[in-house]
Structures are given as structure tokens and as C-alpha cells.
């Protein structure tokens, strides 16, 4: 397993178990965790025996957002004579932070998110990268960089309208006010409501083993139909899934999933 700083890596069964581990600090994203998250994300990915996973937070928040003496801190790592070369570091900064939020989305694997307390700013851009979410009565989303003067650079704008829609999303990254529970169920931000932390990241292990327990040749593909469908017309997303199961519909899934059924059984896949 994993040996992470800011991150807590663990296997349950056929699950696999993130939580963010910087309680002290609401779990704020520093540097170091960014990177942990696209390393424990791309062993989600690669690991065969892993077909689902489940993001959460420890203590009271799933994530506060971007810690803020980490982006003084990174200040230092852009410094250059060069004005030019200075601000292309900054932009190489920037597309590598992305990269570690568009970690969960590549994950082959379904990946889920619970939520509790703030999900704020980057916290809403991670989220946002999991396939579906879940919420305990108390959490609160928030699109907040224009609190502290930046345009939200890492997903939020891209993903949210999407989720919400254009009106709800603009709303959002345009007052940058907090979001219930209640009423990020009502705009379809997340798929359930909890009472608290606990009940929460128990319907996302159920929902995630639930997951599991189907061919991960076709969970696999159904994730990546839908991301490429979601980004291109009908037609072409029509046209990606014929090629898809050209490929891969003749599997010894099938197969296990078509006596299984005649027998009345559960059938029982390969990783």
C-alpha cells in the first residue's frame, strides 16, 4: 500500500478507500497533497485489483480549498531575471496542478465522493473530477477563489456547468456564497444527502462496492464512453461506443455474465 504524508491510502475488498489527512488544517491542499493525489489516483488506475474508489476527508471538512501559505511558498519555485520565463513558469505550475485534479477523472475507475463540511474552492474542483458525489447534512460547497482575488484556474469553470448548468455555475463562481446540502441536492451538485460523515461515507462504500461487484472490463469502458461522450456530439459518442465494443464486447465477462444468469447465480469477474 501506499505510504503517503498528506493522504491515507487503503483497500477494502475490491474498494479502494482515500481520505485527505491534514484534519489540523481542514484539510487544505498544499503542494505536497496535490502531487499525493495524482500519485494515489494513478495507483488506483493501474491497480488490478481495485475497481472503484472512494475519496473522502478526515476530521470535520472534506476540503477547505487551497492552502494559502502554500501559493507564497510557490512564488519562490517561479523566480526568474526573465519576466518571460517567470510567468511561464507559473503556467507550467499552474497545468501541473491540473493535471493532479484531472488525475480522478483519467482513473479508469469509477471514483465517488464524500463529502462533509467544506468542500471549498480547490476542494470543489476535486470533487467536481469524481464521477458522483454524496453529502452529509452539514457540508457546504463553494466556488471561492474570487474571495481572494483569482479566477478559478483548476476545473470548477470548466466542470461545474456541466453538473449544475451554465445559470447555477455562473451564479456560483460569480458571488462565490456558500452552497447547503440541501440545496446542492436540489441543483444536482450531489446525488444524495446524508445525515452525517459517517452515514455518508457509508452509502459511497456500498455504492462503490456495488461497482465492484460488476465486469470491470465493461465499468471501465462505461467510464470512458461517457467522459468522451460528455465532451463531443451524439453522433461522435455513438460512433466511440460502436468502435468501444467492437473491442471489447466478445470478453470472457460476458460470457461468465451469461451463465450466471441462466443459472440464477451471481457471476464472478476477473480483475
Known amino acids: 500500500m501506499l ?61 477547505a480549498g487551497l492552502d494559502l501559505s502554500t501559493m507564497l511558498g510557490l512564488q519562490a519555485g517561479i523566480q526568474d531575471d526573465c519576466e518571460g520565463r517567470k510567468r511561464e513558469k507559473l503556467r507550467r505550475l499552474i497545468i501541473n496542478l491540473q493535471d493532479c485534479v484531472n488525475s480522478i477523472e483519467r482513473c479508469s475507475k469509477p471514483v465517488i465522493a464524500a463529502i462533509q463540511g467544506a468542500c471549498l474552492g480547490g476542494g470543489l474542483d476535486v470533487a467536481l473530477a469524481a464521477d458522483y458525489r454524496f ?65 455518508t461515507l457509508l452509502m459511497a462504500m456500498e455504492s462503490a462496492s456495488l461497482i465492484a461487484s460488476k465486469s470491470p472490463l465493461a465499468v471501465r469502458g462505461s467510464k470512458e464512453v461517457l467522459n468522451y461522450s460528455r465532451d463531443h456530439s451524439v453522433t461522435e459518442g455513438l460512433n466511440y461506443v460502436a468502435t468501444w465494443s467492437a473491442a471489447t464486447l466478445i470478453s470472457e465477462d460476458l460470457k461468465r455474465s451469461s451463465q450466471a444468469a441462466m443459472r440464477q447465480q451471481e457471476a464472478i469477474f476477473p480483475d
Open 135 to 199: 453529502a452529509a447534512a452539514d457540508a457546504i460547497f463553494g466556488v471561492r477563489e474570487l474571495d481572494i482575488s483569482l479566477v478559478a484556474d483548476l476545473g470548477s469553470l470548466q466542470r461545474l456547468p456541466r453538473v449544475v448548468g451554465e445559470g447555477m455555475a455562473r451564479e456560483m463562481a460569480l458571488t462565490a456564497r456558500n452552497v447547503s446540502a440541501a440545496e446542492a441536492l436540489t441543483i444536482r451538485l450531489v446525488n444524495r444527502v446524508l445525515p452525517d460523515a459517517d452515514s
Open 3 to 63: 505510504d503517503l504524508s498528506t493522504l491515507t491510502v487503503e483497500q477494502d475488498n475490491q474498494v479502494a478507500l482515500i481520505h485527505f489527512n491534514r484534519p489540523d488544517k481542514a484539510n487544505a491542499l498544499s503542494y505536497s497533497m496535490w502531487e499525493e493525489l495524482r500519485t494515489a489516483f494513478e495507483w488506483a488506475d493501474q491497480e488490478p485489483s481495485v475497481r472503484a474508489v472512494v475519496l473522502a476527508g478526515h476530521g470535520k471538512h472534506f476540503c
